[in-house]
Each structure stands twice: as structure tokens, then as C-alpha cells.
């Protein structure tokens, strides 16, 4: 009887520890082929670069609030020219909650590109992440500027992508791409 009893304990500890998944699910196809598509190479928005090629992030961002506090219809060429940006870039493109390595290089056309320090897709988080806004030439990422999620200028919809010559209009209490 004993030995019964043990062999019931022993099988339903065996499936309990199976059923924990101990070892996690197995990765999909597409996350795989995700983390080996670096072939042009890896961006980091985590890193605080002192490099700005383009001109100074602090600069534009703040150009991009005074639009919105004007309540201003303003090319976006014209927001950069203000801030002393240089003209080496063709699309923005906003980097949010939820952005994977996929849609991002689906939006900002960057086919073989990785990133680090997207921002997190977790709903556990109790405040919204911060976000970028990501300008990009000829396919390969050149400078982001950072945003607070309750600081943004421009509000862009999900696979909006800006150029030099987008129009931005007021709407609401935000910039927005007409």
C-alpha cells in the first residue's frame, strides 16, 4: 500500500513539475529569425550618445513643444530648421509601448537592423514607458530624440510614418500629422 502511495506521489509530483513548464515555452519562428536579423546591424535607444548627427535632440524636442504650445500648423522641415537640424534624414517615425523589432523595421524601412532598449511591452509596468521618436536615412537609424508619455508633441498613430514634408496640425492638445 505503501508503495502505491509513493508511486501516486511520485507521478503526480512529476506532472505537476511538467506542467510548471520548468524549461518555458518554446520560442516562435518569427521571435527566432527576429533575434538573428542583424545583418546591418543593432541601434540602441538606451544609449545616451553624445553623438547627434543630425543637430541636438534637446534643441528640436523643445522646438516640437513650443509648436504644440503655439498651437501651430508647421511643416515638419520647419520644426527642424528651427532647432538648427541638418536636412539628412527622411522619415520619423514613433517608437512606443508595445513596438517589436518587426513593426519597427517594417515602418522605419531598416530590413536587417536589431534594436536595444525598445521600450518595454509589459503590462506590468505601473507607468507608461517612455518613448522615441526615430529618424532614419536611406534605411539605417540616425539620431531619436526621447519623449515622457505625458510629454509628446506629436501624436502619431500606429503605422504613421512622418517626412520632411508632413504637415503637422493641432488637434486636441497635440501636434498631429495631417
Given at each position: 500500500m505503501r508503495t502505491l502511495m509513493r508511486a501516486a506521489l511520485s507521478t503526480a509530483l512529476v506532472g505537476l513539475f511538467a506542467s510548471c513548464g520548468v524549461?518555458?515555452?518554446p520560442k516562435s519562428h518569427v521571435q527566432e529569425q527576429e533575434s538573428r536579423d542583424c545583418r546591418r546591424g543593432t541601434f540602441d535607444f538606451g544609449a545616451s550618445s553624445e553623438a547627434q548627427p543630425l543637430g541636438s535632440s534637446?534643441?528640436?524636442y523643445q522646438k516640437m513643444l513650443e509648436a504644440q504650445e503655439n498651437k501651430q500648423t508647421i511643416p515638419v522641415l520647419g520644426i527642424t530648421h528651427a532647432a538648427g537640424w541638418s536636412d539628412e534624414w527622411d522619415r520619423m517615425v514613433d517608437v512606443g509601448e508595445h513596438t517589436?523589432?518587426?513593426e519597427l523595421n517594417s515602418r522605419a524601412q531598416t530590413p536587417g537592423y536589431c534594436w536595444k532598449g525598445l521600450p518595454p511591452t509589459s503590462a506590468m509596468s505601473d507607468r507608461p514607458s517612455d518613448g522615441y521618436y526615430l529618424f532614419v536615412r536611406d534605411?539605417?537609424?540616425v539620431q531619436f530624440i526621447q519623449y515622457r508619455p505625458s510629454m509628446y508633441?506629436?501624436?502619431?498613430?500606429?503605422g504613421v510614418v512622418v517626412t520632411k514634408e508632413s504637415v503637422l496640425t493641432y488637434y486636441g492638445s497635440k501636434l498631429k500629422p495631417q
Open positions: 524549461a518555458g515555452p534637446k534643441a528640436l517589436n523589432q518587426a534605411n539605417r537609424p508633441p506629436i501624436l502619431m498613430l500606429t
